[in-house]
């Protein structure tokens, strides 16, 4: 089931050992516990016992790293060669406690369950035990269990273990799923063969008198609740290899459930005719189903050892050791952990498709088929759709593979007439997808699927369509980002998951469900004119990653390409392509430029030109950038976006132009002094004369009264420092401003104190009035990215800031006693990169600076700026997970840009050295423009 990926190396070719491997080792070991049948003493038993477990791991691990084994054969070995070494164990355990005959009491049977009784363990797995009698055990058949949990326990393995009667057996797992569950795998190990054989008997009786019913719901809850707390999608980037959606348990679930309904030990033992079942899985599925055991087996195998304990999920530092480990290397434009998590997230998904195919068809064969009947609508009936058990699915007399496009009527009918789709109609569509190739060029098909696209409750459809195969098929270009990841903290799904998230959001905005956190966005997207396009857009705003090169100009050619053929007309076309093209134009802007430039704001209104299109661009944007993961979006954000594109709008309504900078300014102060009105005239006209032209285009007129009123009292009070603090909620931030003496490296002392304070910059103005003063203001979070806002915090801020002014907080110290990222984090690579920027700005130079983030970071970059006799006039600070991305727009001493190649260099050089963890060498990556 899974496509084809190329270049992969096979890890199923493996064989096991030898089936004489394992009970080679049982002789030898009872031998020398029992000499001439007389158990050796206790610390001499550990001693050997030691060894034992030594050997045993140890040949596993050496045989599964030399690729000799595949991860099941390994799970499989090492579940045998413990066999041998627990019934040994147990025999030791029996002779020191005497034979239950001898005692007069009831024997028992050692029965393996859980994984460890499917025959299967994972190298730091618990080993599940089970001591099962007749009868309560005596005191002497507590003892050997005791003393061999003892044994287990010392030997440092983790073991879960039960003591039951037969009878106890069938009781606790008629009231717990849990326990029926790991009774299903029960397995003889050694004692009593028949106490085991009667349970055997009476478990089997169990389950066919409680049927299946209860088991499979007990058992669809769990995984449920399963995969809510580890990951309801298969595509998140750091996935639970176990027990999050498409890993193992999945598996093990349908095993579960086909061993309940029809006593299977294998899966391939569903295929054929004569198989339990009438054949509930073709030979492909059943070859599927084991490639996606094995796979998932080495993967986890690989996780064991890397980590040295029971690890189940794989995190960013672990993915690039096990992708090396199990052969990826670079192939074109993907490096080699990005095709290794390819490989995983393909077979996460191809995990979900099995458990859609096989799971209803385990139901319908144990508990009969459903109650088919007419849709009780003439148009459905017609359309070839019926009903049962209240949920669509495809009439019985229609032939999907000679009618390709029912499958999109069927879901377009399960949206519209508010039905849920019938499992069985899920396994249909899953073995029908490969025939929407011939739907590519079918102008009906292709208008139904744009239907559905941009109609109620979108990504839930869209997500069947993924998830089933059909897209993949529909639209080749969709089938390249199925499962690409970009190995960054940023990006919490892969692409297509990303895609389908971000098509909700849009829905959502339609819907006004985002109405508070977004609400320009919200408002906008129901006066647009071009509704189609834009969820079009959406959908193929990332198509071209992964292909090298700007995905942004290849996604427009796709689009191009794509659009015609989904019958949309050229200019709707060619706003979905212009979308694609643009699509990081509003983020990028917002977040890495000064809004408050002119230039900044006419540079965007001429690449946009229309109203209709930022109305489109700036709902794409914010659809996009929530979709991302659920700490990208906050309130600043929104804010900066908002405040974009409300000056950019002014601009296209004003045709074209802004008011001059002169009267701008004297329109700002004018609204400052008619807030002033209270404050005394010689007052009010100092402050009126402090500013420099840019400090007025800068703030709004509350923000400048505020000035005013905290200027005054400073003054009044020779005050030489005076900082303010006021929380703004609605923006998620908190604004701090302070006033005090300018002086070079300000701002880098700043930004220092708010690292130790433990704030995070998120945007700053720097001003210095015409008093020689500076009133530099900061916008900062904590760091879950709310405002920073704790009383005793702020109150701690304060006095950072003037104990860093003062020389008294000794900053690099301060700043290396803060708390490190987590050592997952630490694999992504985040190379330094600085690019210097003379043509964004009329006015300044703008220098981006790119690398990884890390406290204090912004206190080296500003040090590096000043120590070249620079000034920031702005700053805009900008995190994508690891990777912080700062932009400053500086002077120099003369108020000038930075053109001169010499001093270009030696800030370059400066900026890349800020940039490298303090024991990391730079590779930087440096351009100027």
Request: glycine share 10%; proline share 4%.
């Given at each position: 089931m899974t496509a084809s990926l190329g270049h992969l190396p096979d890890i199923a070719a493996s064989a096991a050992p030898p089936p004489a491997e394992a009970p080679e080792v049982l002789p030898d070991l009872v031998a020398a516990l029992l000499p001439n049948g007389q158990p050796v003493p206790r610390d001499v038993a550990l001693g050997l016992l030691r060894r034992q477990l030594g050997r045993i791991q140890g040949r596993v691990q050496r045989a599964f790293e030399a690729h000799d084994l595949s991860g099941l054969a390994a799970a499989r070995w090492l579940a045998a060669l413990t066999d041998g070494m627990v019934s040994a164990i147990h025999g030791y355990a029996v002779a020191q406690a005497g034979t239950a005959a001898a005692r007069g009491?009831?024997?028992?049977?050692?029965?393996?369950?859980?994984?460890?009784?499917?025959?299967?363990?994972?190298?730091y797995s618990d080993i599940d035990l089970l001591f099962l009698s007749d009868a309560p055990l005596g005191a002497g058949g507590r003892r050997a269990v005791e003393y061999m949990l003892y044994l287990l326990w010392d030997l440092g393995l983790k073991v879960g273990h039960a003591t039951r009667s037969v009878a106890e057996c069938i009781e606790d797992a008629r009231g717990d799923a849990t326990i029926q569950t790991a009774l299903i795998d029960a397995r003889f190990l050694a004692g009593d063969r028949a106490v085991f054989e009667r349970f055997?008997?009476?478990f089997a009786e169990f389950r066919r008198a409680s049927g299946l019913a209860a088991f499979l719901a007990a058992k669809r809850a769990e995984r449920t609740t399963r995969h809510t707390r580890y990951g309801e999608s298969p595509f998140l980037v750091e996935p639970h290899v176990k027990e999050g959606r498409g890993g193992l348990r999945d598996l093990q679930t349908l095993y579960w459930l086909a061993r309940h309904a029809f006593g299977v030990q294998r899966m391939p033992e569903l295929v054929g005719p004569g198989s339990p079942g009438g054949g509930l899985l073709t030979p492909q599925e059943a070859r599927a189903i084991r490639r996606a055991w094995n796979f998932l087996w080495t993967v986890r195998f690989h996780l064991h050892y890397v980590t040295g304990r029971a690890e189940e999920r794989l995190t960013f530092d672990l993915q690039p050791v096990v992708g090396a480990r199990m052969g990826y290397t670079r192939h074109g434009v993907q490096d080699g952990v990005e095709r290794f998590m390819k490989h995983l997230f393909l077979t996460a998904r191809d995990v979900v498709r099995l458990t859609r195919l096989l799971e209803p068809a385990i139901e319908r064969a144990a508990l009969g088929p459903p109650a088919v009947v007419p849709a009780g609508d003439a148009a459905l009936s017609q359309a070839g759709m019926a009903l049962a058990d209240g949920k669509v699915l495809f009439s019985p007399d229609r032939n999907v593979a000679e009618d390709p496009a029912i499958m999109l009527r069927l879901v377009r009918a399960a949206r519209d007439r508010g039905f849920e789709i019938h499992p069985l109609a899920h396994r249909a569509l899953i073995r029908n997808a490969r025939f929407a190739v011939r739907l590519r060029d079918d102008p009906a098909a292709n208008a139904l699927f744009v239907d559905l696209l941009s109609g109620r409750d979108p990504a839930r459809w869209m997500r069947v369509l993924n998830e089933v195969g059909f897209l993949s098929r529909f639209m080749p270009d969709w089938a390249r980002i199925v499962g690409l990841m970009q190995f960054d903290t940023y990006h919490v799904f892969t692409v297509e998951e990303h895609t389908?998230?971000?098509?909700?959001?849009?829905a959502q905005l339609e819907r006004g469900d985002l109405a508070e956190v977004a609400p320009v966005a919200s408002e906008l997207v129901g006066q647009v004119q071009s509704r189609r396009a834009l969820y079009v857009a959406v959908m193929l705003h990332d198509i071209a990653k992964g292909r090298g090169g700007d995905h942004?100009?290849?996604?427009?050619?796709?689009?191009?390409?794509?659009?015609?053929?989904?019958?949309?007309?050229?200019?709707?076309?060619?706003?979905?392509?212009?979308?694609?093209?643009?699509h990081l134009l509003i983020s990028q802007t917002a977040f890495k430029r000064d809004i408050d430039d002119p230039k900044t704001i006419l540079d965007i209104a001429e690449t946009v030109q229309s109203p209709e299109r930022l109305r489109l661009l700036l709902v794409l944007t914010v659809a996009d950038m929530r979709a991302v993961g659920p700490k990208v979006w906050n309130g600043w954000k929104a804010t900066l976006l908002r405040e974009l594109y409300w000056r950019v709008a002014e601009v296209l309504a004003g045709g074209l132009s802004v008011p001059e900078r002169d009267t701008r300014v004297a329109r700002a102060r004018a609204a400052a002094a008619s807030l002033l009105g209270g404050m005394a005239k010689p007052d009010l006209d100092r402050f009126l004369s402090l500013g420099y032209p840019g400090y007025w285009l800068s703030f709004d007129p509350e923000t400048h009264a505020r000035h005013a009123m905290m200027i005054r009292e400073a003054e009044a009070e020779a005050a030489p420092l005076t900082v303010r603090t006021r929380v703004i909620e609605a923006r998620s931030v908190t604004e701090v401003t302070v006033y005090c003496t300018d002086h070079p490296g300000l701002f880098s002392r700043i930004a220092g104190a708010l690292a130790v304070a433990g704030a995070s910059i998120v945007d700053a103005r720097?001003?210095?009035?015409?008093?020689?003063?500076?009133?530099?203001?900061?916008?900062?979070?904590?760091?879950?990215?709310?405002?920073?806002?704790?009383?005793?915090?702020?109150?701690?801020?304060?006095?950072?800031?003037?104990?860093?002014?003062?020389g008294r907080l000794r900053l690099a110290e301060e700043i290396g006693k803060l708390r490190r990222e987590p050592a997952r984090l630490r694999a992504v690579t985040i190379p330094p990169r600085v690019v210097i920027d003379n043509h964004a700005s009329?006015?300044?130079?703008?220098?981006?600076?790119?690398?990884?983030?890390?406290?204090?970071?912004?206190?080296?970059?500003?040090?590096?700026?000043?120590?070249?006799?620079?000034?920031?006039?702005?700053?805009?600070?900008?995190?994508?997970?690891v990777r912080a991305v700062d932009v400053f727009y500086v002077k120099d001493v003369f108020g000038l840009k930075v053109e001169n190649e010499r001093k270009l260099a030696a800030l370059r050089a400066a900026l890349v050295g800020a940039l490298a963890a303090p024991d990391a060498a730079a590779d930087p990556a440096i351009r100027v423009v």
């Open positions: 009491e009831p024997s028992f049977a050692l029965i393996a369950t859980g994984g460890y009784g499917r025959g299967v363990l994972a190298p055997d008997a009476a389908i998230e971000a098509i909700g959001v849009l942004s100009e290849l996604g427009a050619q796709v689009a191009l390409d794509l659009c015609p053929r989904l019958g949309l007309a050229p200019e709707e076309t060619e706003t979905v392509s212009w979308l694609v093209l643009n720097i001003h210095t009035m015409t008093n020689g003063m500076a009133l530099d203001t900061f916008w900062v979070q904590d760091a879950a990215g709310g405002a920073f806002d704790a009383p005793h915090r702020l109150a701690r801020l304060a006095v950072l800031i003037e104990q860093s002014l003062s009329n006015t300044h130079t703008v220098i981006e600076v790119n690398g990884r983030d890390r406290p204090g970071l912004l206190h080296a970059v500003t040090a590096a700026i000043s120590d070249q006799g620079l000034q920031i006039a702005s700053a805009h600070i900008t995190t994508y997970g």
